[in-house]
């Protein structure tokens, strides 16, 4: 039983299918702790964060992957972001009164992830009425990766507790005509509410596979972690003043004291000194 965060990857014996199963239940608590978020905010930012790492490990496991989610309406936004190694962070901008983010009529997602040549691959989809993140990511897939793809992601809560969190992605091996998947996506709405199975093994990923794969043999060929982290320093602090106008960088300075600034992702504060801030002055 896996008890910590990881991304585990399975194939078929008879060379059709792909799983990635994942378990996120710690990365999304900690990343849902630091943006403060709440109530049915915080199950679509879980979700979010989730399906961030299914994509990043299924198109380009050692290079970052962005999400953005948007409402219709533009009050929220959502940001997860998925690095190499299984380092994943978030941001949540929620501007609505009572708090909501509504998927729906006209919310839309945008994945941006590097390339191996240093260029960003970018699509927007739209939410679909009623399918949520799950839905939104199997249209991303399938519309700007050209991948199609079963994806579920969910997150369970007792009160504002995230219980367990994960999700997973089923595609086909390349080359293949898609009536496996179709048949694949039917047993998969048939099955036990994902919400429920995660609750069973609390995000247990392995549990996830054999379920998804029962009767189907399969390998595990390989497995990678994943955990919060935040890709904050005060050399990154520094070097996002540095692009600022002079004329903004001397306003920092009126006053002689450290400049207080703290990461919107992680909440850390960083104190940078008007030393410092001379410094860039003398650079630009
Ligand atoms: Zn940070």
């Known amino acids: 039983m896996n008890d910590v965060d990881i991304a585990l990857r399975a194939l078929t014996e008879d060379d059709i299918f792909r799983v990635i199963a994942v378990r996120t239940t710690d990365t999304v608590s900690a990343a849902i702790a630091a943006q403060k978020v709440k109530g049915p905010a915080a199950q679509t930012f879980a979700e979010l964060l989730t399906g961030a790492v299914l994509i990043r490990e299924t198109m380009s496991p050692d290079l970052r992957l962005q999400v953005l989610l948007q409402t219709a309406d533009k009050s929220g936004r959502m940001v997860a972001d998925a690095f190499p190694e299984g380092q994943t962070r978030g941001l949540v901008m929620n501007k609505s009164p009572k708090g909501t ?103 247990d990923p392995k549990m996830l596979l054999d379920e998804i794969l029962y009767g189907m043999p399969f390998t595990q060929v390989g497995e990678s972690p994943v955990l919060y982290k935040c890709q904050c320093s005060e050399l990154r602090v520094t070097a996002s003043l540095a692009t600022l106008p002079r004329a903004d960088i001397e306003d920092l300075m009126r006053g002689g004291k450290s400049l207080e600034i703290s990461c919107d992702y992680c909440g850390k504060d960083y104190q940078v000194r008007t030393e410092t801030l001379r410094g860039l002055l003398a650079q630009n």
């Open 101 to 203: 983010f509504s998927l729906e009529n006209g919310a839309v997602m945008q994945a941006m992830r590097t390339l191996h040549d240093g260029s960003i691959h970018q699509g927007t989809v739209e939410v679909p009425n009623q399918g949520g993140v799950s839905g939104a990511l199997m249209q991303y897939m399938q519309q700007s990766e050209q991948v199609a793809s079963v994806i579920a992601v969910r997150c369970i809560f007792s009160g504002d507790e995230v219980l367990a969190a994960g999700g997973y992605v089923v595609q086909l091996l390349p080359g293949l005509e898609p009536g496996p998947l179709i048949l694949m996506a039917q047993r998969l709405e048939d099955f036990e509410d994902l919400g429920s199975l995660l609750g069973r093994g609390s995000g």
